[in-house]
C-alpha cells in the first residue's frame, strides 16, 4: 500500500514565526499534523472505511488549508511503506489521539427508487386534478381547444414542481407523503431558479427518453435520476437526513469546545478545520454561531487574523 504525504511550510510576518503543515494517507488513515517549525507539533488521526474515502478526505484538507493560507506546496513525497491494519473503527497509534469520523462523512440514505416512483404517481394524481380544474376553467374563459389544455398542463406541472421543492417542505405532496426530500450537492434546500431548472431538464428527460431517465436513479450509486445528475441534486430520507443533521450539530459543538480547551481558548477556523473533520466552511459558519451565543467572543491578532475567543479556557 502506498504511502501519501504531502508537506508544506508557512511563514508569519508579523511574528517571525514559522509553521509546518503535514498530511500522510496510509490504507485507510488520514494523519495531519501542524505546528512550529522545530518541535513536533500536534498530530491527530481520522479513520475511515476505505482508501478512496479516506483519499478523497485528505484532498479536501489540503486544498482547504492551501486555500486559507498563503502559503506553496513545498513538497510532495509519496513513498512506499508496509501496509498497517487499521482496525475499525478506531486504532491506537502512539502519539496520536485517533477519532471515528463524525457522522457527515457517512451520507445520510439516499431516496429509495420505489418511494420515488410511489411519490410520483401521487404528484401526477394531484397534478392531474389541478390540470383538469385549471383547463375546465381557462376553456370556459377562452374557449376550449389543445393550445390552452397544453399550456395550463406545463403550468400547473412548473408551478407545482418550483414551489414545492423550493418550499421549506424541501418536497412534492408526494415526496412528502413518501418521506423524501430534495436539496442540492450541499444538502441545501434549492433556489427558486434551481428548483425550475430541475423540472425543465426532466421535461426534456421525458421527452427524449420517454421517461427511461427516472430509471436511472434505480442504478446510481446516490439514487440520482438523470436530471438529478445533470443538475446537482439529490432525494434523501428525510427522516435520516435531519437526523444526521442534528447529530452533526451536536458533535461539531462538542469538536469546537474541545479543541478550544486544547488550545488554551482561542481558536481560528484553520486550526479547527486541521484538528478535526470538520470544514473550513462549517469551521466559519459554527464558530460565527458560537459567537452570536456569546460562546465564544471575535478578536484580530496581530497578524490580522480572526480569532474566536473562549473565556471559560483562557489561560
Same mark, same amino acid.
Given at each position: ?50 482508501? +478512496? ?56 440514505? &439516499? ?51 418550483? &414551489? ?15 418521506? =423524501?426530500?430534495?436539496? +442540492?450537492? +450541499? ?18 428527460? &421525458? ?6 431517465? !427516472? ?12 436530471? +438529478?445528475?445533470?443538475?446537482?441534486? =439529490?432525494? &434523501? ?9 442534528? !447529530?452533526?450539530? !451536536? ?20 486550526? =479547527? ?43
Amino acid at each position: 500500500m502506498q504511502t501519501e504525504r504531502i508537506y508544506w511550510e508557512e511563514s508569519h510576518a508579523a511574528s517571525g514565526e514559522r509553521t509546518f503543515y503535514e498530511i500522510t494517507t496510509e490504507a485507510t488513515i488520514v494523519t495531519i499534523r501542524y505546528g512550529r517549525i522545530g518541535t513536533q507539533g500536534v498530530t491527530q488521526a481520522t479513520i475511515f472505511d476505505s482508501n +478512496d474515502e479516506a483519499r478523497r478526505y485528505a484532498e479536501l484538507k489540503t486544498s482547504e488549508l492551501q486555500g486559507q493560507l498563503n502559503t506553496s506546496l513545498s513538497a510532495q513525497v509519496p513513498q512506499h511503506a508496509n501496509k498497517r491494519t487499521a482496525p475499525h473503527p478506531s486504532v491506537q497509534i502512539p502519539g496520536i489521539t485517533a477519532f471515528n469520523p463524525h457522522p457527515a462523512l457517512h451520507e445520510p440514505p &439516499y431516496g429509495d427508487f420505489g418511494k420515488r416512483a410511489i411519490a410520483t404517481v401521487i404528484d401526477w394524481t394531484l397534478k392531474g386534478a389541478t390540470w383538469a380544474a385549471a383547463g375546465g376553467a381557462m376553456t370556459g374563459v377562452l374557449g376550449n381547444n389543445d393550445q390552452i389544455w397544453g399550456i395550463t398542463f406545463f403550468a400547473v406541472s412548473a408551478v407545482y414542481s418550483v &414551489y414545492f421543492e423550493s418550499s421549506e417542505y424541501r418536497a412534492t405532496p408526494g415526496k412528502r407523503a413518501m418521506g =423524501l426530500i430534495v436539496t +442540492d450537492m +450541499d444538502g441545501k434546500r434549492l433556489s427558486i431558479p434551481k428548483a425550475f431548472i430541475r423540472w425543465f431538464v426532466r421535461q426534456i428527460e &421525458y421527452a427524449v427518453t420517454g421517461g427511461l431517465g !427516472v430509471l436511472v436513479a434505480a442504478f446510481t450509486q446516490r439514487k440520482q435520476a438523470l436530471h +438529478d445528475i445533470i443538475v446537482g441534486t =439529490l432525494v &434523501y430520507s428525510k427522516a435520516e437526513f435531519e437526523q444526521g443533521s442534528q !447529530v452533526f450539530a !451536536v458533535f461539531t459543538e462538542k469538536a469546537i469546545l474541545q479543541a478550544a480547551q486544547r488550545h488554551g481558548g482561542i481558536l481560528t477556523p484553520m486550526v =479547527l478545520t486541521v484538528e478535526t473533520p470538520i470544514s473550513l466552511d462549517e469551521a466559519n459558519t459554527e464558530l460565527q454561531r458560537m459567537a452570536n451565543r456569546g460562546i465564544c467572543r471575535i478578536e484580530i491578532n496581530d497578524a490580522g487574523r480572526i480569532e474566536y475567543h473562549f473565556s471559560d479556557f483562557l489561560k
